[in-house]
């Protein structure tokens, strides 16, 4: 079992920043794969950046040289770096964290960019 907690959202002027964290209870965080999703109004979810349990990410095209996703297992935590923001980016965004067939979800945190 895994708990996740989203931290760092909030209101940003377009082409700020933001840094999301994700704290991970319970055992074995490095053994997961994680996701940072995100959900807009009336929109589907969508999958915004991933790390492998090695390390491996991988970026949505729309967010590519502007977010950065890390983990720190030692920590059990990961983090998604939010540079050049745009109105666009607003969403509530989500952890995940899975392995095999297991998922966990964290409750989301609010991104909101605007002037």
């Known amino acids: 079992q895994v708990q996740l907690v989203e931290s760092g959202g909030g209101l940003v002027q377009p082409g700020g920043s933001l840094r999301l964290s994700c704290a991970a209870s319970g055992s074995g965080f490095g053994i997961y794969d994680m996701d940072w999703y995100r959900q807009a109004p009336g929109k589907q979810r969508e999958l915004v950046a991933a790390?492998?349990?090695?390390?491996?990410?991988n970026y949505a095209d729309s967010v590519k040289d502007r977010f950065t996703i890390s983990r720190d297992n030692a920590k059990s935590t990961v983090n998604l770096q939010m540079n050049s923001l745009k109105p666009e980016d607003t969403a509530v965004y989500y952890c995940k964290a899975s392995r095999l067939w297991r998922s966990y979800w964290g409750q989301g945190t609010q991104v909101t960019v605007s002037s």
């Open positions: 790390i492998t349990s090695g390390g491996t990410t």
